[in-house]
């Protein structure tokens, strides 16, 4: 008798610990920003995560002007962000993953991430990026540059196209 159940699951843990990297013991850090594919990249990570047994870390992070002292209290960014980290929560307790939420307030989102990462020993950093279509082509902003350069772990870039223009006529 052949149980096809039991290979399933194993080869789901397989394929998550893969994801994460050879011999890594790291838990998941995904990157929230506000936009539609944060909860592509939440689902994905806790998906991963859970078939790992490991955590996922829910990361979103407010650049506080400089003009500001860095602990400013900035009551509608912080209300922006428990929104966005509640609904990504949601996600979580709905896959069955071990989350975390955290709003980290900085001068640059890039090194916060990798700080982030580091702190909590992360094997991989999720992170999305949607394209601006009043930007040039090749123009990936500083935050995503910064992460690809200095991450001590594994990341993925997942990139939405820019919204297509809806012609009338």
Not at 18 to 26: F, K, N
């Amino acid at each position: 008798m052949v149980h096809l159940w039991g290979s399933r699951a194993k080869e789901e843990t397989e394929m998550s610990k893969s994801a994460l990297g050879e011999d890594t013991r790291g838990d998941i850090a995904v990157v929230i920003c506000g936009e539609k594919l944060d909860f592509n990249l939440v689902y994905l990570g806790c998906q991963m995560a859970k078939g790992a047994k490991r955590k996922v870390h829910l990361v979103h992070v407010i650049e506080v002007p400089r003009a500001l002292p860095l602990k400013a209290v900035l009551t509608q960014e912080s209300e922006r962000a428990d929104k966005l980290l509640n609904s990504a929560m949601v996600i979580a307790e709905k896959v069955g993953c071990d989350a975390v939420a955290e709003v980290v307030q900085a001068r640059d989102a890039g090194p916060a991430i990798v700080d982030e990462a580091k702190d909590h020993h992360c094997a991989l950093i999720l992170i999305g990026l949607v394209r601006n279509s009043d930007k040039t082509q090749y123009d990936l902003g500083k935050t995503v540059p910064f992460v690809l350069a200095n991450a001590t772990c594994r990341v993925w870039l997942v990139q939405d196209p820019a919204p297509q223009p809806v012609m009338v006529g």
